[in-house]
């Protein structure tokens, strides 16, 4: 191994070859790494931030509620509640005798001021190490308002990002078969694990109108409360993020007996596929699929010569992604493949172990494969192989400058649309202005 790689790191870094696939996953960042994946809190807070006619109260120092603020660039199409931050700012008397009085007072007034639908609130490490009953101050208030106040036990030190997303699904989950089920129709769907990310699920839902099924609820992005408190009555949950949402699916799945799929959104194979699975599971009304299929014919007729003009350029140039979720991983190796574009560096912050046996399986020979990456190893096989563009999220981009890279947001503070046929193509046309960009002829690795 590379001196850059740290001991007790070895064995979550896989490079693709005559060696049996083994890779470990899923488990605690390493001390003194600065590893690029989140805590606990976050983790759930980036799930449960769309929902945007809930109050998001965080119970904890100011710093947690500043650091998550606006996390995602979650749009709605009317209340946005869940764009102001709100922090209980537990100070050092609160630490010493607890901060239970302070969060029922903080509680009662932001519910009587904003009158939402629902409120969350966040545990984070401090509020676990003093011990203050989130479970009785919530179900207090609840029988004052007669809103579903739900605590969200998130303690950053519980454990990873991913143990946060767990948290945010068993919150939601309290919501769901709480509502009215009598006007959803047999052919419906639940979208989970979109953010709507610079307005993409409202793309996504567009597509599944034209094909004749009903969306029940988004989940969470351009979410609301009443829409999650019906969504055990869809008949099927379609499941994007590998593991932001996933566990809801599940309980679902064993409580009211819905079945998910899991899908993916991006690029044009998985796009197509998602829409085909959804036709497919609706099998007792065969318009469904015929109209899914003209769906995807119209929007390729548009789509792929576009494509092929930025072919032309991008063809031999080499990609690097590392991601939150590792379901992205999957379609932007499909997504550069169809640019012609080669993958040399692939990685996740959440992945498991069976996500990177896909990654294997689809990966060409050489790819380096890596779990909860840092910065000193990002950069070090950044230069390795030499790559043209490099695909993360807002911790990432740095590394790319620094280096003098292309670099590609697909992180969850982005501005552009990146899903579906349209996002397919927006995705295709920053990266050939970024590869291509003449500015990168003058970078010390090109003129060297």
């Known amino acids: 191994m590379e001196p850059t790689v740290l001991k007790g790191r070895e064995t979550q870094i896989y490079r693709k070859g005559k060696e049996p696939f083994a890779i470990e996953c899923n488990k605690q960042s390493l001390a003194g790494a600065v ?22 109260l965080v119970h904890g120092p100011v710093g947690c509620a500043v650091y998550t603020w606006d996390i995602r660039g979650a749009l709605s199409s009317g209340p946005e509640l869940h764009r102001l931050s709100f922090s209980t700012d537990l100070q050092e008397r609160d630490v010493i005798f607890g901060g239970e009085e302070k969060l029922k007072n903080a509680l009662l007034e932001l519910i009587e001021r904003y009158e939402p639908n629902a409120a969350f609130v966040y545990s984070t490490c401090i509020v676990g190490i003093i011990g203050d009953n989130l479970e009785a101050i919530c179900n207090q208030v609840t029988d004052v308002t007669g809103i579903p106040v739900i605590p969200v036990q998130s303690e950053g030190f519980k454990g990873n990002k991913r143990a946060g997303y767990n948290a945010a699904c068993k919150a939601m989950f309290r919501l769901v078969g709480t509502g009215d089920t ?31 099924v009903q969306v029940v609820a988004n989940i969470t992005g351009d979410g609301r409360v009443a829409d999650i408190s019906r969504s055990h009555g869809a008949a099927l949950n379609v499941v994007q993020c590998s593991g ?95 640019l012609g574009m080669d993958v040399v560096m692939v990685g996740s912050q959440t992945g498991t172990k069976e996500d990177y046996q896909e990654l294997q399986e689809i990966t060409d020979e050489g790819t380096i494969i890596v779990d909860d990456s840092n910065p000193l190893e990002l950069s070090a096989f950044l230069q390795e192989k030499d790559v043209d563009i490099f695909v993360g999220g807002v911790k990432e981009r740095p590394i790319a400058y620094k280096l003098g890279l292309g670099f590609c947001d697909h992180n969850h503070e982005r501005k552009e649309a990146l899903e579906g046929f349209e996002g397919m193509l927006n995705f295709a046309r920053e990266v050939h202005s970024t590869v291509m960009s003449p500015v990168w002829q003058f970078m010390p690795r090109r003129t060297g």
């Open 35 to 56: 590893s690029q994946r989140a805590c606990v809190f976050c983790g759930s807070r980036v799930v449960l931030y769309p929902i945007a006619d809930a109050l998001h």
């Open 182 to 212: 009598s006007d959803i129709s047999p052919h419906s769907i639940n979208i989970l694990g979109d953010f709507n990310l610079a307005g993409e699920i409202w793309i996504i839902r567009q597509y599944f109108e034209k094909m004749g």
């Open 244 to 338: 932001a949402t996933l566990d809801l699916a599940k309980m679902m799945q064993d409580t009211y007996g819905v079945p998910f799929e899991r899908v993916s959104y991006f690029g044009v194979e998985d796009m197509a596929e998602s829409l085909y699975k959804v036709a497919r599971f609706f099998k007792d009304d065969p318009e469904i699929l015929k109209r899914a299929q003209l769906v995807v014919r119209e929007e390729l007729s548009i789509l792929y010569p576009k494509l092929l003009e930025y072919r032309k350029d991008l063809e031999g140039k080499k990609a690097a992604i590392y991601v939150g979720g590792s379901f992205k991983a999957f379609s932007l190796v499909k997504a550069f493949r169809l």
